[in-house]
């Protein structure tokens, strides 16, 4: 290394080198002259060494990242997946007992083969036992006799005597209750969600991107009282979520965490009932929170189904024709689960889900059907129906309420 005088010395010379090249107007370049800056650092080690960034020059290819695949690949890919999980013929319903053990352990849908198992599952639908539904629950130790409120089970907790002896027995079997109580109750929510879900998908359907970008603020408003002065006016809350606004950080998570899940789930679910009718509602596996999170595979794939299901015309016909006994099996299903003062509210709330006519497997309503198919605001059934004979909620179909 030399003398310190010496890299003085230096560096004084090579300081007026680069400062007469950043004076000079003639020549001014961006940056100082890179051989007096290599000499200077060479000459005072102080300055650590540094490793140039990389630049691309433009003689140079870039380097190839990863191939984006193309929307038409895409649907070919999921073609063929549909294609592969189709029977070759039409398969029977599935049996009771396979319906209770989804609704002990639904899949989550969290890989590739719980998604094609339920796939499969949703195709063939579901069977009622020939001894009923509450008689066969029983024996599988569910059903009403096992399935309490939940003020019921406060009340029974609050009656017990402080330290009276109670055998491991009857502890475990008020547990083994309550478990299936927890089960029903998840369960027949869910459903009721689901139904309530695919009514109002029509009605979201219909809006511009413009008018669902106003809806979700609004509903985000209406979600958050706590953050508007109920004195303020419309415009002045919408004023608060702008980007410059006060609450706008909150309004982007709503849209992140509530909307975009609740979004996908029912573009989703609407696309697994055109395809199946109500078993995509009976499988114990659909629910918002399988259906909302972020699978492009599986919404590529419902987005698909209708176009594949056209090459099988056979599926289609049996698909439809069963809707009737589908609808069966989910209210005769939830009523044996109910506790006796829910059972005629999950009856009325299932018949009341009456198709308003959009039939998209089939130009015009099955003969059988016609007279079941009213426009929206028409009463739910013809007067030459008996009100107890059982209405199907067909493939197809956009369901809403019947409002009398």
């Not at 399935?147 to 907790?157: D, E, K, L, P």
């Not at 609407?270 to 509602?281: D, H, I, K, N, Q």
């Not at 999170?293 to 176009?307: D, F, I, K, Q």
């Amino acid at each position: 290394m030399a003398p310190l005088a010496s890299q003085i010395d230096l560096f004084l010379t090579l300081h007026a080198e680069i400062t007469a090249t950043l004076d000079d107007p003639e020549h001014r370049p961006t940056t100082p002259d890179a051989s007096a800056i290599k000499r200077l650092r060479e000459a005072l080690p102080i300055f650590p060494p540094q490793k140039r960034a990389k630049v691309d020059s433009p003689s140079q290819p870039k380097s190839k990242g990863r191939k984006r695949t193309k929307p038409d690949e895409l649907d070919e890919a999921a073609d063929e997946r549909i294609l592969s999980l189709l029977p070759d013929d039409v398969p029977p319903p599935l049996p009771p007992q396979d319906l209770v053990a989804l609704f002990l352990q639904p899949p989550l849908l969290q890989n590739r083969e719980e998604e094609d198992a339920f796939l499969v599952n949703l195709i063939p639908g579901f069977s009622s036992p020939d001894s009923g539904w509450p008689d066969f629950l029983r024996t599988q130790g569910l059903g009403s006799t096992q399935t309490v409120t939940i003020a019921s089970a406060a009340a029974t907790a609050a009656a017990k005597v402080p330290g009276a002896p109670q055998t491991l027995i009857a502890a475990e079997t008020t547990i083994a209750k309550y478990v299936n109580s927890g089960l029903t109750y998840n369960y027949a929510m869910s459903r009721i969600i689901l139904l309530e879900t695919l009514a109002s998908h029509s009605q979201w359907d219909a809006m511009t991107n413009i008018e669902k970008g106003d809806h979700n603020r609004a509903f985000f408003i209406e979600q958050h009282p706590h953050l508007f002065d109920a004195t303020l006016t419309r415009h002045a809350c919408l004023k608060m979520i702008r980007k410059d606004g006060k609450h706008h950080a909150a309004l982007q998570t709503f849209i992140k965490t509530n909307r975009e899940p609740l979004i996908r789930a029912r573009n989703q679910l609407a696309a697994f009932y055109r395809a199946f009718g109500l078993p995509a509602v009976i499988h114990p596996s659909t629910s918002l929170e399988t259906l909302g999170r972020h699978t492009p595979t599986l919404s590529r794939v419902g987005a698909r189904l209708e176009s594949v299901l056209d090459q099988r015309p056979d599926l289609r016909a049996a698909i439809t024709a069963r809707a009737a006994s589908q609808t069966a099996v989910l209210r005769d299903f939830l009523r044996a689960l109910a506790v006796p003062e829910a059972k005629d509210p999950v009856r009325e709330f299932i018949t009341d889900f009456t198709p308003p006519g959009t039939y998209r497997y089939s130009r015009e309503a099955p003969s059988n059907e016609s007279a079941r198919v009213p426009i929206r605001g028409a009463p739910a059934v013809a007067d030459d129906v008996a009100h107890d004979a059982p209405r199907a909620l067909v493939p197809g179909a956009v369901h809403v309420p019947h409002v009398p």
